[in-house]
């Protein structure tokens, strides 16, 4: 169980349609729009529409005060960088890292939630549209963290929410989710603070080397719960 400490920030997102992936009817505009070749949209296609049931999902990703807590309860590790038990206190604010698929699973069983599909993801950065990034369809540099030396405090960028009010969904750091193509990889989502390619912000694009046993400085994770 759980420390009394912890606090999840859930968003509730109602029953509907997540609208994921790309259509191949976009790909061209895409590319020219983002000056990349079709082919960086592969992995994005055909895109599908999946009913959902209503669900919760963080706010923000975990943070390293968060991760502290599941540390001291004896749950987890700490990640190396923080040569302690606790992270830099300039830091706690920030998102975990250094993290990967299994120790973000622990992480969830022992709060009691679980990681979001791909798909719940997905539709928590786009409700109900087809948009490109979470806060609509143009790139608005200052909504998202990305191009950057590192992390940045969650939720500091409050423009870049979705219409749920989910934060952090494009840049930062970017997240594992459920889905495993296979059982040594999964998806990951939103792009991070070293992405320098808007196209890899949006909201349909997938993670492409999101090896499960790998623990970066820019994979984070985000919760979600089941209703």
Known sequence: ?????????????????????????????????????????????PGARIELPAYDIGRTPVTNEQWAIFVADGGGRAPD??????????????????????????????????????????RAARADAHRVFPWGDEMEPSHAHYGADGTAPVGSLPA??????VLDLSGNVAEWTADQPDPATAIVKGGS???????????????????????????????????
Do not use: C, K
């Not at 960088?81 to 969830?108: S, Y």
């Not at 870049?160 to 009010?165: E, L």
């Not at 912000?201 to 994979?219: C, P």
């Open 81 to 122: 960088w923080w040569q302690g038990p606790t992270p830099p206190e300039d830091l706690a604010d920030h998102p975990v890292t250094h993290v990967n698929l299994h120790d973000a699973q622990a992480f969830a069983t022992w709060a009691g939630v679980r990681l979001p599909s791909a798909a719940e993801w997905e």
């Open 1 to 45: 169980m759980p420390s009394s400490e912890l606090e999840l920030d859930l968003v509730p997102i109602p029953p509907g349609t997540a609208q994921t992936g790309t259509l191949s009817t976009q790909v061209e505009a895409l590319a020219e729009r983002f000056g990349v070749h079709p082919s960086w949209f592969d992995g994005e296609l």
């Open 193 to 227: 603070w070293v992405t320098t390619v808007p196209a890899n912000l949006r909201v349909a694009a997938v993670g492409q080397s999101g090896w499960a046993l790998n623990r970066t400085d820019y994979i984070g994770f985000r919760v979600a719960r089941s209703r």
């Open 160 to 165: 870049g929410a979705s219409p749920f009010g």
